[in-house]
């Protein structure tokens, strides 16, 4: 997912800088208490694993442009279930950053768009979690309905975001509604594969259970919630 060049542009790019310093504060907040909780080196080995994954996605996977964005296997439920959701949040930010930083420079006017879209629906997904996965649930025994409602909510969150930047920046037009159909047509099969990827991670979690105690994944990939 990434919004094209000129789809928000002049003044009304600045939204995006808050709209971005908004989710990157939550997500900074939301590192403090992992830290706190599961302490620094796990924190850091978890947002550095999930930032080579996200650069992965970007750089590596195909990725096609389609309308007013491009559609990418980005797998943020994936990265939330391995790693929480901070270390998945930074991942994403920093993945992001560095992907436009060293290979897509022509990205950075829109960080600001791609960070918000990125983030923003992996909160909601979070949120989510909390309420269809019970509390004596390890999150590698996750059922597809589970994998595939957490995968839903994040897409979807995606293509409604990148839906209001490009309505914020070019309008209710003929042409600017039939470009954000093809792209939400074409980003929404990525809900056909995640649950999938999701549930083969999660089996293959299960098989490496001795790094249960690693603090290289989220804790709650192998026990209940505390």
């Not at 001795?210 to 919630?225: I, N």
Request: overall charge positive; charged content about 10%; aromatic content about 12%.
């Amino acid at each position: 997912m990434h919004i094209e060049p000129g789809v928000v542009n002049g003044a009304k790019i600045v939204l995006s800088y808050a709209t971005a310093a908004a989710s990157l504060g939550f997500a900074a907040k939301v590192a403090w208490e992992t830290v706190k909780r599961d302490g620094a080196v796990s924190f850091m080995a978890r947002t550095a694993m999930a930032t080579a994954l996200v650069f992965c996605y970007f750089e590596v996977l195909p990725h096609h442009p389609v309308g007013v964005s491009e559609v990418h296997l980005i797998m943020g439920s994936t990265l939330f279930l391995l790693f929480g959701l901070a270390p998945a949040a930074l991942g994403l930010a920093a993945g992001l950053l560095i992907q436009g930083l060293f290979f897509a420079p022509t990205d950075l006017p829109q960080y600001g768009m791609n960070v918000t879209t990125l983030l923003v629906p992996l909160y909601a997904m979070s949120w989510l979690a909390k309420r269809v996965i019970p509390p004596q649930t390890a999150y590698k025994d996750l059922k597809y309905r589970q994998a595939l409602a957490l995968s839903t909510t994040y897409q979807a969150g995606i293509v409604t975001w990148v839906t209001f930047w490009a309505l914020y920046g070019h309008g209710f037009t003929v042409e600017n509604l039939a470009s954000i159909a093809r792209f939400g047509a074409a980003y929404m099969t990525v809900i056909i594969i995640e649950p999938l990827v999701d549930l083969a991670v999660l089996a293959a979690a299960k098989m490496f259970h001795r790094l249960k105690d690693s603090g290289l994944f989220e804790r709650r990939l192998y026990a209940p919630a505390a």
